[in-house]
Protein backbone atom coordinates (compact mmCIF):
# COMPACT_ATOMS: atom_id res chain seq x y z
CA UNK A 1 0.00 0.00 0.00
CA UNK A 2 0.74 3.72 -0.30
CA UNK A 3 3.66 4.82 2.28
CA UNK A 4 4.60 9.00 2.62
CA UNK A 5 7.79 9.59 4.32
CA UNK A 6 8.55 12.94 5.53
CA UNK A 7 11.68 15.21 6.39
CA UNK A 8 12.80 16.23 8.81
CA UNK A 9 10.84 15.31 11.58
CA UNK A 10 12.20 19.08 13.44
CA UNK A 11 13.03 22.02 11.73
CA UNK A 12 14.19 25.58 13.49
CA UNK A 13 14.42 28.70 11.56
CA UNK A 14 15.38 32.23 11.99
CA UNK A 15 12.06 34.67 11.20
CA UNK A 16 12.86 36.22 8.14
CA UNK A 17 14.13 32.87 6.16
CA UNK A 18 12.61 30.16 4.55
CA UNK A 19 11.56 26.25 5.27
CA UNK A 20 11.29 23.62 2.97
CA UNK A 21 9.69 20.07 3.73
CA UNK A 22 9.83 17.09 1.61
CA UNK A 23 7.44 14.05 1.17
CA UNK A 24 8.31 10.98 -1.01
CA UNK A 25 5.23 8.46 -1.71
CA UNK A 26 5.54 4.93 -2.95
CA UNK A 27 2.30 4.22 -5.31
CA UNK A 28 3.18 5.91 -8.23
CA UNK A 29 -1.14 6.00 -9.13
CA UNK A 30 -1.68 8.57 -6.08
CA UNK A 31 -2.80 11.70 -7.31
CA UNK A 32 -3.94 14.16 -4.57
CA UNK A 33 -1.02 15.47 -1.66
CA UNK A 34 -2.28 18.14 0.96
CA UNK A 35 -0.65 19.96 3.62
CA UNK A 36 -1.74 20.39 6.43
CA UNK A 37 -0.98 22.50 9.48
CA UNK A 38 -1.26 21.90 13.14
CA UNK A 39 -1.06 23.61 16.07
CA UNK A 40 -0.88 22.26 19.47
CA UNK A 41 -4.28 20.39 20.40
CA UNK A 42 -5.87 21.71 17.98
CA UNK A 43 -7.23 20.13 14.09
CA UNK A 44 -5.15 19.53 11.38
CA UNK A 45 -5.90 22.43 8.85
CA UNK A 46 -5.51 22.46 4.91
CA UNK A 47 -2.88 25.09 4.35
CA UNK A 48 -2.38 23.91 0.45
CA UNK A 49 -2.42 20.78 -1.61
CA UNK A 50 -1.73 19.76 -5.05
CA UNK A 51 -2.88 17.77 -7.68
CA UNK A 52 -1.06 15.30 -10.20
CA UNK A 53 -1.46 17.19 -13.24
CA UNK A 54 0.51 20.45 -11.68
CA UNK A 55 4.28 20.85 -10.82
CA UNK A 56 3.85 23.68 -8.79
CA UNK A 57 1.16 25.75 -6.38
CA UNK A 58 2.07 29.14 -4.67
CA UNK A 59 -0.72 30.85 -2.21
CA UNK A 60 1.02 33.85 -1.02
CA UNK A 61 4.23 32.76 0.95
CA UNK A 62 3.42 29.21 0.78
CA UNK A 63 4.08 26.74 -2.00
CA UNK A 64 3.89 22.98 -3.19
CA UNK A 65 5.91 21.33 -5.52
CA UNK A 66 5.25 18.11 -7.22
CA UNK A 67 8.11 15.37 -9.25
CA UNK A 68 6.01 13.23 -10.56
CA UNK A 69 9.09 10.45 -11.91
CA UNK A 70 10.97 11.02 -8.48
CA UNK A 71 7.79 10.24 -6.61
CA UNK A 72 8.25 13.54 -3.87
CA UNK A 73 6.64 16.78 -3.36
CA UNK A 74 7.72 19.31 -1.29
CA UNK A 75 6.23 22.45 1.05
CA UNK A 76 8.00 25.79 1.23
CA UNK A 77 7.21 28.73 3.12
CA UNK A 78 9.02 32.06 2.71
CA UNK A 79 9.66 34.98 4.82
CA UNK A 80 9.00 32.75 8.05
CA UNK A 81 7.11 34.25 11.06
CA UNK A 82 6.35 33.40 14.72
CA UNK A 83 2.55 31.92 13.69
CA UNK A 84 3.97 29.37 11.02
CA UNK A 85 5.40 27.65 14.22
CA UNK A 86 3.28 24.27 14.49
CA UNK A 87 3.04 20.49 13.17
CA UNK A 88 3.17 20.18 9.13
CA UNK A 89 1.74 17.58 7.72
CA UNK A 90 2.23 15.76 4.15
CA UNK A 91 -0.35 13.28 2.77
CA UNK A 92 -1.39 11.29 -0.53
CA UNK A 93 -3.99 9.91 -1.47
CA UNK A 94 -3.48 6.15 -3.28
CA UNK A 95 -5.24 5.13 -6.25
CA UNK A 96 -9.14 4.12 -6.41
CA UNK A 97 -8.94 3.76 -2.09
CA UNK A 98 -11.66 6.30 -1.79
CA UNK A 99 -10.60 9.58 0.17
CA UNK A 100 -8.38 7.16 2.41
CA UNK A 101 -5.33 10.07 3.39
CA UNK A 102 -2.01 8.49 4.07
CA UNK A 103 -0.15 10.77 6.33
CA UNK A 104 3.61 11.52 7.09
CA UNK A 105 4.76 11.52 10.07
CA UNK A 106 5.24 14.90 10.45
CA UNK A 107 7.65 18.15 11.09
CA UNK A 108 7.99 20.07 14.14
CA UNK A 109 8.15 24.18 12.30
CA UNK A 110 9.83 26.53 15.18
CA UNK A 111 10.34 30.28 13.66
CA UNK A 112 12.43 31.93 16.69
CA UNK A 113 11.82 35.73 16.12
CA UNK B 1 -13.95 27.40 12.51
CA UNK B 2 -14.21 24.13 9.59
CA UNK B 3 -17.88 23.37 9.83
CA UNK B 4 -17.39 20.34 11.01
CA UNK B 5 -18.54 19.52 14.24
CA UNK B 6 -17.66 16.74 17.00
CA UNK B 7 -18.85 16.43 20.16
CA UNK B 8 -17.84 15.59 23.03
CA UNK B 9 -14.44 17.71 23.21
CA UNK B 10 -13.13 15.08 26.29
CA UNK B 11 -14.46 11.77 27.08
CA UNK B 12 -12.57 9.90 29.96
CA UNK B 13 -13.55 6.38 30.95
CA UNK B 14 -12.24 3.27 31.62
CA UNK B 15 -10.70 0.19 30.15
CA UNK B 16 -13.34 -2.22 29.44
CA UNK B 17 -16.16 0.25 28.51
CA UNK B 18 -17.99 1.15 25.42
CA UNK B 19 -18.04 5.02 23.85
CA UNK B 20 -19.41 6.77 20.84
CA UNK B 21 -18.38 9.48 18.90
CA UNK B 22 -20.37 12.00 16.90
CA UNK B 23 -19.28 13.91 13.64
CA UNK B 24 -21.46 16.13 11.88
CA UNK B 25 -19.81 17.21 8.23
CA UNK B 26 -19.78 20.56 6.62
CA UNK B 27 -22.96 21.45 4.88
CA UNK B 28 -23.22 20.03 1.79
CA UNK B 29 -20.07 16.97 2.31
CA UNK B 30 -21.31 13.52 1.77
CA UNK B 31 -17.88 11.76 2.69
CA UNK B 32 -16.74 11.76 6.48
CA UNK B 33 -13.37 10.43 7.51
CA UNK B 34 -12.66 8.67 11.14
CA UNK B 35 -8.94 9.59 11.83
CA UNK B 36 -7.30 8.42 15.19
CA UNK B 37 -4.08 10.87 16.39
CA UNK B 38 -1.60 9.23 18.95
CA UNK B 39 1.89 9.97 20.25
CA UNK B 40 3.16 6.62 18.76
CA UNK B 41 1.44 6.18 15.68
CA UNK B 42 0.69 9.54 14.07
CA UNK B 43 -2.36 10.13 11.65
CA UNK B 44 -4.19 6.79 11.15
CA UNK B 45 -6.94 6.68 8.56
CA UNK B 46 -9.32 4.64 9.82
CA UNK B 47 -12.58 4.58 8.04
CA UNK B 48 -14.96 6.38 5.15
CA UNK B 49 -18.38 6.40 4.50
CA UNK B 50 -19.92 8.39 1.30
CA UNK B 51 -23.76 9.22 1.89
CA UNK B 52 -24.37 6.51 4.43
CA UNK B 53 -22.28 3.52 2.51
CA UNK B 54 -18.22 2.72 3.69
CA UNK B 55 -16.24 3.28 0.60
CA UNK B 56 -12.86 2.60 2.35
CA UNK B 57 -11.83 0.84 5.51
CA UNK B 58 -8.02 1.62 7.04
CA UNK B 59 -6.24 -0.38 9.71
CA UNK B 60 -9.38 -0.18 11.95
CA UNK B 61 -9.68 -2.61 15.25
CA UNK B 62 -13.09 -5.03 15.35
CA UNK B 63 -13.49 -3.38 18.29
CA UNK B 64 -14.29 -0.27 16.43
CA UNK B 65 -17.30 0.52 14.34
CA UNK B 66 -19.08 3.37 12.51
CA UNK B 67 -22.00 4.37 10.88
CA UNK B 68 -23.45 7.35 8.73
CA UNK B 69 -26.88 8.12 9.21
CA UNK B 70 -29.45 9.50 6.52
CA UNK B 71 -29.18 13.12 7.70
CA UNK B 72 -25.39 12.14 6.85
CA UNK B 73 -23.80 12.72 10.18
CA UNK B 74 -21.22 9.81 11.24
CA UNK B 75 -20.77 8.22 14.76
CA UNK B 76 -17.91 5.74 15.64
CA UNK B 77 -18.37 3.36 18.25
CA UNK B 78 -15.40 1.87 20.30
CA UNK B 79 -15.95 -1.18 22.69
CA UNK B 80 -14.32 -2.83 25.02
CA UNK B 81 -11.32 -0.10 25.53
CA UNK B 82 -8.15 -0.31 26.17
CA UNK B 83 -5.26 2.31 27.50
CA UNK B 84 -4.02 1.62 24.47
CA UNK B 85 -7.03 3.65 22.69
CA UNK B 86 -6.29 7.07 24.08
CA UNK B 87 -5.91 9.54 21.31
CA UNK B 88 -7.22 11.86 19.87
CA UNK B 89 -9.93 11.14 17.47
CA UNK B 90 -10.90 13.63 14.00
CA UNK B 91 -13.76 13.33 11.67
CA UNK B 92 -12.91 15.28 8.16
CA UNK B 93 -15.96 16.01 5.29
CA UNK B 94 -15.39 16.31 2.01
CA UNK B 95 -17.53 17.71 -1.10
CA UNK B 96 -18.11 15.31 -4.43
CA UNK B 97 -18.51 11.39 -4.87
CA UNK B 98 -16.00 9.96 -2.36
CA UNK B 99 -13.43 10.07 -5.37
CA UNK B 100 -9.95 11.39 -3.91
CA UNK B 101 -9.12 14.61 -4.60
CA UNK B 102 -11.34 16.10 -2.81
CA UNK B 103 -9.85 18.50 0.38
CA UNK B 104 -11.00 17.11 3.53
CA UNK B 105 -11.81 19.45 6.13
CA UNK B 106 -11.11 18.22 10.00
CA UNK B 107 -13.24 18.85 13.14
CA UNK B 108 -11.46 19.82 16.99
CA UNK B 109 -11.55 16.40 17.75
CA UNK B 110 -12.68 14.23 20.63
CA UNK B 111 -10.02 13.59 23.38
CA UNK B 112 -10.34 10.07 24.63
CA UNK B 113 -8.44 9.23 27.56
CA UNK B 114 -8.73 5.62 29.02
CA UNK B 115 -7.96 5.21 32.60
Redesign the interface.
Known amino acids: GENVEQHPSTLSVQEGDSAVIKCTYSDSAS??F?W?KQELG?????II?I?SNVGEKKDQRIAVTLNKTAKHFSLHITETQPEDSAVY?C?A???????????G??TELSVKP | DSGVTQTPKHLITATGQRVTLRCSPRSGDLSVYWYQQSLDQGLQFLIQYYNGEERAKGNILERFSAQQFPDLHSELNLSSLELGDSALYFCASSAGQGVSNQPQHFGDGTRLSIL
Do not use: V
Open positions: NYPYKRPQLDRFAIPYNQGGKLIFQG
